[in-house]
């Protein structure tokens, strides 16, 4: 499923750049421009796309994730070299629903571009109005948006109904690219092996969390509600309901209030974000403080994994003092 989607509202300036390195080809045009002989070119938007992406392709394709590892895609505004090795790329893989607001609109329309929301069916209302008012470090409150979390890629049951469409996707940028069909037929046997992969994740976590059933958590902000509800964890309430804004006074105080009353059992913060106001959250409720990074380095199993550890460590009482 070849998708391109709406609704970044960027500034003029951006769109100017965009059309003067030539990157709107797939909007309308019936062929597509030659290519230069060389490795297939991918670029993602964030770190853990990469990894799944890489683990399709042969050794010597070149895969680009615009937002770094330790970065974030909240507020993120792409350099003048992320937009041209977009419109160099054979195979643009963004999450959608928002979440690479940053990127001009126009980047998100080419035909090479593949949404991992839109393959889903996960659209939220946001990709499907262009200018809606979003500027490059506008804070994204998920709640906004009717509740729908846009951390796709934390849910390994998602994971694993996209890798076909990724597999997809990575064989028709290999033929753009003029791979052999030796090449390309490879792609059929790493999908294998990755969904594979992806399935022992899922299993790792119905294991290792079904003693925690019912565990009621406060997180950091609004990205762990698909992976903690299809594991049978409750999140009660997230510490910061926009990335770039903390919590007001009142705002603490109604999730003390809501944690006692719930009986919370961990407070959970990200490398991402600062961490201060969760370290206190988490001494005055008498509680431990755990990490879960929703991004990591580019190893999505190994994030995923290193989550895990987190979570079973704080829900078996362990504090996480040092992240």
Not at 69 to 77: C, E
Not at 151 to 180: I, K, N, Q, T, Y
Request: charged letters at 20%.
């Amino acid at each position: 499923m070849w998708i391109g989607s709406r609704g970044w509202g960027v500034p003029v300036g951006w769109l100017m750049a965009v059309l003067s390195l030539g990157l709107v080809a797939g909007c309308g045009s019936r062929a597509e421009p030659p290519r230069e002989a060389g490795p297939v070119r991918v670029v993602v938007s964030v770190p853990p796309l990469a990894s799944l992406v890489k683990s399709l392709l042969p050794g010597e394709a070149e895969v680009r994730a615009l937002v770094p590892p330790g970065g974030s895609p909240h507020g993120f505004a792409p350099s003048p070299s992320d937009i041209a090795s977009v419109g160099r790329a054979d195979l643009v893989v963004l999450v959608g629903m928002g979440i690479e607001s940053g990127l001009p609109a126009s980047v998100r329309e080419g035909a090479r571009v593949l949404s991992m929301a839109g393959a889903l069916g996960l659209q939220a209302a946001d990709d499907d109005h262009d200018d809606h008012g979003h500027s490059p470090d506008h804070d994204h409150d998920h709640a906004a948006h009717g509740g729908a979390d846009p951390h796709l890629w934390l849910d390994p049951s998602l994971v694993e109904a996209f890798l076909p469409e990724l597999a997809e996707g990575v064989v028709r940028a290999l033929e753009r690219a003029g791979a052999d069909a030796a090449t390309t037929g490879a792609v059929a046997g790493r999908l294998a092996g990755l969904l594979s992969e992806v399935r022992e994740v899922d299993a790792a976590y119905r294991e290792q969390l079904a003693a925690h059933q019912g565990a009621v958590l406060i997180t950091q902000h609004a990205a762990w509600s698909r992976l903690t509800d299809r594991y049978g964890l409750v999140v009660a309430s997230e510490i910061q309901v926009a990335e770039q804004t903390g919590p007001s006074a009142g705002r603490m105080a109604e999730i003390v209030r809501t944690a006692e009353a719930r009986g919370v059992r961990a407070v959970l913060t990200e490398p991402q974000m600062n961490r201060a106001v969760a370290e206190r959250l988490a001494e005055q409720l008498g509680v431990p403080l755990g990490t879960l990074d929703p991004l990591g380095t580019g190893d999505w199993a190994g994030m995923m994994y290193g989550n895990l550890d987190a979570l079973v460590s704080v829900l078996g009482g362990n504090a996480d003092t040092d992240g």
